[in-house]
């Protein structure tokens, strides 16, 4: 698995003895400018990142050097996602761009859409070839299509809360929404509302809880973390909160899974804004292991990645 870390890629790996977690210097980025804020996997051996600053990257792993560089364009770039034969769907400023793959390191833009809004959240649904866009400012979803690369509005979902995460699941049709009152919404890939999920509060004062960050466990456990400093995990079914893990002394700002890709491995790992990973077993409802990566923040951690080097 790879982490961002200011310009550094490091590698996560853990221990066959004791499952202590590993972190190693993988690759540090020359370009001292790009701190990467999020960042996707292409294949075995590319990955895409957006900086803190604006612009957009591919690397090459195995050679370690930028192959395609995106930034032409000033203003910040809020989010960006993938969409068929690895299309890039990003979010700058008040616009949407889609980019299509030309060429083995070349994308062309194809398509621009001027928003009145910034949008700060976005995905791809591939059941229903939705787009998903989100304004931490609106009570509003809003829904566009690609049909031969051309880019419909498909309408807006008016929702009672700003969206603060936005995640889709890879195990099932679902997608889910944290908002700024702490509530959980879950929607199918049709944009239906499916379940709420919420904790009943002792007072009618609203929550100060914001979910940073969800991520789907499997089809039906998701996991949420984010200001209360505790990772929550949902069963979606019973519109239940089935476990709490306690232990990190930050907000929540990355949860992942962790270890190998087949049904049933019970790892996740989380990170926190002081620089915490932590290594979890949902099967034994605790904490395996505990990394402090001194003075940095960790800004993104990738999907369960290893590169093939």
């Not at 491995?265 to 077993?281: T, Y």
């Amino acid at each position: 698995m790879i982490l961002s870390i200011d310009n550094y890629f490091k590698l996560l790996k853990t221990s066959s003895k004791n499952k202590g977690l590993l972190v190693k210097n993988f690759w540090i980025n020359p370009d001292l400018q790009f701190l990467v804020n999020k960042f996707l996997l292409l294949s075995e051996n590319n990955l895409i990142a957006n900086s803190l600053e604006g612009g957009l990257k591919i690397f090459d792993i195995k050679k370690k050097k930028s192959i395609w560089n995106l930034n032409p364009f000033s203003g910040v770039t809020h989010d960006f996602c993938l969409g068929f034969n690895l299309d890039v769907i990003l979010t700058l400023d008040k616009s949407i761009f889609f980019w299509k793959k030309k060429s083995k390191n070349h994308w062309g833009l194809y398509s621009e859409i001027i928003l009145k809004n910034p949008m700060e959240k976005i995905i791809f649904l591939p059941s229903s070839s939705l787009i998903i866009s989100a304004s931490s400012n609106e009570k509003k979803l809003y829904l566009w299509s690609n049909y031969k690369q051309n880019i419909f509005f498909s309408g807006k979902m008016n929702i009672k809360e700003n969206v603060i995460s936005i995640e889709k699941s890879y195990y099932s049709d679902f997608f889910a929404l944290g908002s700024s009152n702490g509530k959980i919404s879950v929607f199918s890939q049709q944009g239906v509302l499916v379940r709420n999920l919420y904790e009943d509060l002792p007072s009618r004062e609203p929550s100060n809880l914001l979910f940073n960050r969800l991520n789907w466990f499997d089809e039906n456990i998701l996991l949420a973390g984010g200001t209360n400093r505790e990772i929550a995990a949902w069963d979606i079914r019973m519109k239940k909160k089935i476990q709490k893990l306690k232990g990190h002394t930050g907000n929540i700002l990355n949860l992942e899974n962790f270890g190998e890709e087949k049904k049933g491995c019970p790892f996740f790992i989380s990170s926190d804004s002081n620089g915490v990973l932590k290594l979890w077993d949902i099967r034994k409802q605790g904490e395996v292991s505990s990394f402090k990566v001194p003075y940095r923040k960790i800004y993104t951690i990738g999907k369960n990645f290893t590169p093939s080097l």
